[in-house]
Structure formats: structure tokens, C-alpha cells
């Protein structure tokens, strides 16, 4: 079982739809989350960081669920200009950047 | 504010020919740096990481090498190129105590 694993879509969506994408995670002792955006031939960009309690920037919306080892990310209200691949990352060592594991990516194409 | 910057942004080479990329990051001391690939539909692989000056951990076993000179420099080499080593390679950073890791700008490499 793969430590990271995101459904690789893609995801089309019309202007305006609200759509979420899930990642689940193998090691239960992990302890960081984060969602990266990586557009075509670029390099990933922290989106944000995934806290225990949710978290809210905008028109995105992060989610942790430890008991059922996911994480989730939910843009609302979508924009062409939110058409990327979005990475899941978790950390499974604290403190150790060298312990991050990430997902092949969630392709999201948002479409006028 | 930290930034991180990486070259050269693209290139060719031919099979058998040595590579040199070259990543810096300005704004910090003493950071972790990290080389990762990213090969065509597959996820990011670590390559290299080092916690100092000197100091090289190797993730997988390849015909690349990794030199960190002075603090902030990082230096991914390769004598000898093999066409399986194409691919999108980022240098990347964090804090030493820190889990959230910033990426250069990215090198296509294109074996031929």
C-alpha cells in the first residue's frame, strides 16, 4: 500500500462548482498535512497546511480526518485560474523534512 | 524573506555526457536541502538530502551525486547520463526544525 494515494482525477469542473478532493494516508503516526498546487512544468506550491481542527483560506477548505487516515480539500466557487494538479503531503516523522511522502497529484481542470 | 532558486532551467544532453545543477537559497541559515525527480506521471522521488554542510544522505541508489559545499548551496551531478534520467528535478528546502518544504523553480532534463 502505497504511503500516499489521491484519486488522479481529472477533474473537470464548470466555473463556479464546488468540488473537494481526498487523500488518504497509510502511517497513522503522521503528523504533518499539506496541500501543494503544481501548475503544468512548474513547481509545487504550498497551498496550505492541513490543521487538526480544519482550516479555512478563502475559497479553500482544509480538513483532517485522523480516525480514517484522510485528508481532504475543498475549493469552492472554482476559477479557471484554479486548474492545476494538487499534491497531498504528509509528513511521517515530525521535524523531518526528509520523512515528507507525497501524492501523485489530483489534476483539476476548470473549465468556462 | 527565504527564496530558492535553481539552474539551469532547462536542458539536452546527450547519453554519456556529465550534468551539473546548481540550487542556492538566500534568507536562511543552516537549512535542510533536498533534490527530488519527478519523472512523467509519477510522483516526487527523493533523492538527496543533507542537514549541513558536507553532510549527503542518498535515497535510492543511481548515477547521480549530490555535493553541498557552502551552507546554502546544493549541487546535484551526474558523470555519466543515462536517458532513464530525464525528468523535472527540484531542489528544495525547509527549515531545520520545520516540516514545510519550498521548492525551486525546477530543471528539465532531457536525455537524448
Known amino acids: 500500500r502505497k504511503e500516499v494515494e489521491q484519486d488522479p482525477g481529472p477533474f473537470n469542473v464548470p466555473e463556479g462548482a464546488t468540488v473537494a478532493f481526498n487523500c488518504t494516508y497509510s502511517?497513522?503516526?503522521?503528523?504533518?498535512f499539506f496541500w501543494y498546487r503544481q501548475d503544468c512544468r512548474k513547481e509545487p506550491k504550498l497551498l496550505m497546511s492541513?490543521?487538526?481542527s480544519g482550516n479555512e483560506d478563502g475559497r479553500f477548505t482544509a480538513q483532517l480526518n485522523r480516525a480514517s487516515q484522510y485528508i481532504s480539500l475543498l475549493i469552492r466557487d472554482s476559477k479557471l485560474s484554479d486548474s492545476a494538479t494538487y499534491l497531498c503531503?504528509?509528513?511521517?516523522?515530525?521535524?523531518?523534512?526528509?520523512?515528507?511522502?507525497f501524492g501523485k497529484g489530483t489534476s483539476l481542470l476548470v473549465t468556462p | 524573506s527565504q527564496t530558492i532558486h535553481q539552474w539551469p532551467a532547462t536542458l539536452v544532453q546527450p547519453v554519456g555526457s556529465p550534468l551539473s545543477l546548481e540550487c542556492t537559497v538566500e534568507?536562511?541559515?543552516?537549512?535542510?536541502l533536498y533534490w527530488y525527480r519527478q519523472a512523467a506521471g509519477r510522483g516526487l522521488q527523493l533523492l538527496f538530502y543533507?542537514?549541513?554542510?558536507?553532510?549527503i544522505s542518498s535515497e535510492v541508489p543511481q548515477n547521480l551525486s549530490a555535493s553541498r559545499p557552502q551552507d546554502r548551496q546544493f549541487i546535484l551531478s551526474s558523470k555519466k547520463l543515462l536517458l532513464s534520467d530525464s525528468g523535472f528535478y527540484l531542489c528544495?528546502?525547509?527549515?531545520?526544525?520545520?516540516?514545510?518544504?519550498?521548492f525551486g523553480e525546477g530543471s528539465w532534463l532531457t536525455v537524448v
Open positions: 528544495a528546502w525547509t527549515m531545520g526544525g520545520g516540516n514545510t518544504i519550498y
Open positions: 502511517n497513522s503516526a503522521s503528523q504533518s
Open positions: 492541513v490543521y487538526s
Open positions: 503531503v504528509v509528513n511521517t516523522a515530525g521535524g523531518s523534512g526528509y520523512a515528507l511522502n
Open positions: 534568507g536562511t541559515s543552516n537549512p535542510n
Open positions: 543533507s542537514v549541513g554542510i558536507g553532510q
